[in-house]
């Protein structure tokens, strides 16, 4: 439809809708032709044809003008208005985002049986983002094109992609149009080619269940756990998570259907023989796909709390229904044994790269649904349950900190941390995790293992490391799928918890 050369750009009135369906459509309908125009104009550009003034298209919008706030499920945390007003967001990637925009659209019209008003906005779509693939735009450009780019196509412009919304430091006067999402859509689309540039996989492979880790052998378990799972006979009669699993995405979008990793003769893939790309990417995600995007991705993070906050920071745009820690950590308590799990149920910021985004005196409160789902599966994993699970695991305070050297620290002004915060282990990234998650609205939790006690003189060693990895690893790792599959059956309203909503929040979930 939109393959012709484009000699104006598309116009299309405000509409209102009573149909998520129908507004969902004018959305795709918008973004589809608006871009197709840019690229059209774009590459006109590169082949030298002269570009009059200047080629500008908007995002596409969302509004709802409510004269009451009073709503009719009162159990949900998102999809509702707190106050009269008008509420709008800008949109993008309506092939990323479609089931999200439908769930959206349906709560509030359901919530409020108020239309929804879909048109374009006056925020221009840079011309980087109008390329899903993240096509190199000036790859091929001569210096006086180069020059020449700014002058007649908008470029991503940071004025729009700040976080004061989802930081809830959003500032309005009176009779203004409020935040409906906590992003922006240049904002998104700045994160998607992020997450594409650090992950090596295209955003639309993000399934809603995320692990971070910051362990390669955690990842090649995951590999080798992914490809088991889609090659399980189904259970007869069973709805279970586990049975549904039907692709596996690798870096460089290298992806394995079910019936390619699942011979009839027997025997999936391994790490050593999954395609790699020619460059391995910062933070390598492997995506242990399901209908609905309802599986499981696994992401290396690296080492430190930087690396903690740059991926999330990213991932939260995917609006993700959960995400968990899975790593290794110091275990500060005499009692505890190498190998036992630390269930984090509070956490001591030590980190600093979120100070400026949400204060120190901002509590990062657990998750009731995402512990209970965390403690089920590992007792369900290890067989154990009641007081017998306490001899593997214990809840309690973890300390985040940025100095992996910390051994090194004065011990007296550490151990008084520790002892004041009631500290039973510390690590690089849990804390950041977990208190974006707050921050950016995604459930969040925290599983560790112990793999050194250095207060206790079992420092971390290479022979020691080595014979611990091999023990704990496999079990860690089919803990976190079973907890994420254990969230993924559960009811998504419950897992979304009131707790992580601020008092003017964004109807957007």
Known sequence: MFDRMFQSPPRFSPKEFTSAEDALARVQEIYAANTAYLRDRFLAFTRGEQI?????????????NVDSCVRRDTRMSYGFVYSNGIFSTTLTRPDVFAAYYLDQFRQLIKNHEHPIEIGVSTTPIPVHFAWPGMMYLEGNLGPEQLADIRTHFDLPDLDYMDDSIVNSTFKYRVHEER???????????????????????????????????NYQFYI????????????????????????????????????LLK??????????????????????????????????????????????????????????????HAWLMLGHCAGLRNTQRLGDYVLAHAYLREDHVLDGDIPLSVPIPALAEVQVALETAVSHITGLSGHALK?????????????????????????????????????????????????????????????????????????????????????????????????????????HSRKLRSLQEPPFR
């Open 52 to 64: 009059k003034g200047r080629v500008h298209v908007g995002y596409p919008y969302a509004k709802l």
């Open 179 to 213: 935040p409906l999402a906590h992003f922006t859509a240049p904002r998104v689309d700045l994160s998607l080619h992020r997450l594409r540039h650090y992950t090596g996989t295209s955003p639309e492979h993000f399934q809603n269940f995320v692990l971070f880790t």
């Open 259 to 320: 019936n390619t990793v699942c011979p009839t003769s027997g025997g999936a893939i391994t790490p050593l023989t999954l395609p790699a790309p020619d460059k391995m990417p910062q933070m390598p995600a492997y995506h242990l796909k399901r209908p609905g995007n309802m599986g499981i991705t696994m992401i290396n993070i690296g080492v430190g709390p930087s690396n903690a906050k740059t991926i999330t920071d990213h991932v939260a745009v995917l609006r993700p």
């Open 391 to 495: 001899s593997v695991m214990r809840t309690g305070t973890v300390a985040t900190i940025d100095d992996r050297n910390w051994e090194l620290r004065d011990h007296v002004k550490m151990l008084e941390m520790f002892s004041q915060s009631r500290a039973i282990a510390l690590d690089m990234e849990s804390a950041t995790i977990a208190a974006n998650g707050l921050r950016m609205r995604v459930p969040f939790g925290t599983l560790l293992c112990v793999s050194d006690k250095p207060l206790h003189g079992e420092l971390k060693l290479p022979g020691m490391a080595q014979n611990f990895y091999r023990q704990q690893v496999e079990q860690h790792v089919r803990i976190g799928i079973h907890a994420m599959e254990l969230l993924a059956e559960d009811s998504l309203e419950k897992i």
């Open 220 to 255: 090649d378990e995951f590999i080798r756990k992914g490809c088991d799972l889609m090659c399980k006979a189904p259970d007869e009669g069973s709805n279970a998570t586990s049975d549904c699993y039907d692709a596996f995405v690798a870096p460089g979008d290298h992806v």
